[in-house]
């Protein structure tokens, strides 16, 4: 994406081990993602692996990618970042084409449900069927928040059973 701001910045590489059976879209990379090239890192990925293994899932059931490709830069994305940007994981999605998608920060909220009124806090735990795309979506919260209210792994693993339940239907 030629406006992209970020272009020519660090992109951590999805995690994807396995044939993935659902999608996780978290807003942005962690440092410790960049740091490793590659998502599923850092203490927002091990709750979120966590609460996977609640449900008899791992990390390696999961195609794990961010909508953002660079870590949140301290000033925050740009409105041009932010509108521009995410055309790389919707191209994901295309190709990928998973019968679940777990958004799991507020932009990634706001981008594959733009409609949607509320907070992320407001939605967590919806789903919502998106007929252009042909499957699920549930809205999560950003993994990340356990690390700083321990409170937040059961609002996580609340998530990823709904996100099971999906997957057995």
């Known amino acids: 994406c030629d406006k992209c701001s970020l272009k020519g910045l660090c992109h951590p590489k999805p995690w994807i081990k396995s044939p993935p059976r659902f999608a ?4 942005a990379p962690s440092s410790r993602e960049e740091r490793n090239d590659e998502m599923g890192y850092g203490k927002g990925a091990d709750a979120l692996e966590m609460a996977l293994n609640e449900q008899n899932l791992s990390l390696n059931d999961v195609y ?4 953002l490709k660079s870590p949140k830069p301290s000033g925050g994305f740009s409105k041009t970042t932010i509108s521009e940007c995410p055309i790389w ?13 777990v958004v799991m920060g ?3 909220m706001k981008r594959f449900l733009p409609k949607i ?3 992320i806090s407001d939605n967590e735990g919806r789903i919502v069927y998106d007929a252009a795309r042909d499957c699920n979506i549930l809205i999560g919260m950003n993994p990340n928040r356990v690390i700083f209210d321990d409170s937040k792994q059961q609002n996580l693993n609340d998530i990823m059973e709904k996100a099971a339940g999906i997957l057995t239907v």
């Open 117 to 119: 009124t509320g907070t």
């Open 106 to 108: 507020a932009e990634s």
């Open 64 to 67: 794990l990618t961010s909508l």
């Open 24 to 27: 996780i879209i978290l807003d």
């Open 89 to 101: 994981v919707e191209k994901e999605m295309d190709i990928l084409k998973p019968p679940l998608i």
